[in-house]
């Protein structure tokens, strides 16, 4: 193991300069206003994040700490790994730096062509670690109508749209065309950016392989395919689809795959389709994120979690309330609208205007909550989210991990609450268990410090929007199909109410036999 020591300066709150070099121990202590660092290099060499608490700093330094928590970063630069200028000028506009772990250890063998099955958790750059490769490889290429070169698989059609918005400024540079394709929608204009002609195409299964069996669209061109959260396709159940589009796509080409576990089913997409591939893995698969803090707040009952609830959304920044329901969703989003408390809800009954509405209203402010149920466990990915609150606790750790990954996303800090009623104690202290996850619960009201600490101030009341009165129909005017007053002038030269409506000639009412020309065949 390599003992690398990291030299840092700090300007009183960040860090402004980083240095490390190896080292043959590790080294404590202040030195000419900087603090110096060790951390062990587990596999490629490479300094990975590390954050210092308040505690560790006081155990090595016996000293007042300059920081209560310091972040630091790999010295490693995109133009190291390989990453062209222009792709950088775009990451720099967007104030990325620095890659992150998993774009470290990937980009050498994605740049290079190989397979790579990554393994990591949400948050951890994943996105950005297939993108930056597939638009490097694929500019230049041919671009031929409903025939693209590269290919992304989403399980969810949020996360499908945001991986589009990460790849699209990235592709633009490179001269390449982005489209993506999910159901829910009408498919016209989807058919007819493809009939344009698009190089990389982001889709979920069913849609595009509805698609496919219209020959709408060939994978025939493929040259690069992305399986990305694999195993959330495995629980949603799209792994025969997956498997089906993948063997639709040239077996030379090459496949990076992302998954956090490779259960149900997921080592067998691998073994299949993928040659010779490199793993590549950051932090243990289903595993609790240092920088969150969880916090299990215990409750007397179903009005004071409802006090608790209001309050905790109150505060300034964005935050997601997870709920069991839709209905229950939908509710609560009303209510805390109606409160003061702008609020949005996602849940599968949305449409997908109505989704795309209500994730753009939460991604630029104009909603500081987001009232979701799992379905937006996967697909949300919003930077800035400071806390996530399980209203209903999940059934299952995974599902639990998933939601609160939402926060604390790519180094940046972020609390965890999830709300205990009494009868749920019990199956909230396993779930925490399996998820690794090791926490004091606490008895609160909607007023205890703990909470007025983790809310921080309270966001001013904002009126909710008038709701839209519709204009009032015209006095005397009829329904559409409704019949006339009695007594009343026939429209149009229609019978009067009650006498029988004149035929014309030749009619002989309604029809009951097949029209001419359209009987029906019948089978042997």
Known sequence: MLLTTLTVAFDGQHVVKRFFTPRARPAFGADAGAVRISAIDFAHRQFRHLVLTERAYLAAHSAEPILKDIKLTTGTTFAD?????????????????????????????????????????????????????????????????????????????????????TLQPLAAV?????????????????????????????????????????RLISLDS???????????????????????????????GQRLLFSATLDNGVDKLVNRFLHDAVLHSVDSSDSPVPQMVHHVFHVSGAAAKKDLVHRLAS??????????TKHQARKLAKQLTESG??????????????????????????????????????????????LVVHIDPPAEHKAYLHRSGRTA?????????????PEQRKD???????????????????????????????????????????????????????????????????????????????????RRGPRPGRMRQETS
């Not at 620095?98 to 050498?108: A, D, G, M, R, S």
């Not at 994730?359 to 104009?366: H, T």
């Not at 972020?414 to 709300?419: E, I, L, Q, R």
Request: glycine letters at 12%; one cysteine or more; hydrophobic letters at 40%.
């Open 81 to 165: 790994l390989g990453v062209g200028e222009s792709l950088i000028e775009v990451l720099a506009a967007r104030g990325i730096s620095h890659p992150f772990p998993i774009q470290i250890e990937t980009l050498p063998d994605t740049l290079g062509g190989r397979d790579v099955l990554g393994r990591g958790k949400t948050g951890s750059g994943k996105t950005l670690a297939f993108s930056l490769p597939m638009v490097s490889r694929l500019a230049g290429r041919p671009r031929r109508p409903a025939r693209p070169t590269g290919l992304v698989l989403a399980p969810t059609r949020e996360l499908a749209s945001q991986i589009t918005a």
């Open 341 to 386: 408390v702008p609020a949005v809800d996602l849940h599968g009954n949305l449409s997908q205007p109505a989704r795309d509405r209500n994730l753009a209203a939460f991604s630029k402010g104009e909603a500081r909550v987001l009232v979701a149920t799992d379905i937006a466990a996967r697909g949300v990915h919003v930077d800035g989210i400071e």
């Open 409 to 421: 996303r790519a180094g940046n800090a972020g609390d965890v609450v999830t709300v205990v009623l």
């Open 174 to 214: 490179n001269g390449l065309r982005v489209t993506t394709i999910f159901g829910g929608v009408p498919q016209g204009r989807q058919v007819t950016a493809l009939n344009s002609g698009v190089d990389i195409v982001v889709a979920c299964p069913g849609r595009l392989e509805d698609l496919m069996k219209q």
């Open 428 to 510: 909230t202290h396993a779930l925490m268990r399996r998820a690794g996850i090791r926490v004091t619960p606490q008895e609160v009201t909607a007023d205890s410090a703990a909470v007025h600490e983790l809310v921080g101030d309270i966001a001013p009341y904002q009126a909710p929007a008038p709701k839209q009165v519709a204009a009032p129909k015209k006095a005397g005017a009829p329904k559409k199909g409704a019949a006339p007053k009695k007594g009343a002038a026939p429209r149009n030269g229609a019978a009067p109410h009650g006498s029988p409506r004149p035929r014309s000639a030749g009619s002989g009412g309604r």
């Open 222 to 252: 493929i040259e690069i395919t992305v399986i990305d959260e694999a195993d959330h396709m495995a629980d949603l159940g799209f792994l025969p689809g997956v498997t089906r589009i993948l063997a639709a796509t040239p077996s030379g």
């Open 315 to 324: 505060g300034t920044g964005r935050r997601i309330l997870f709920m069991r």
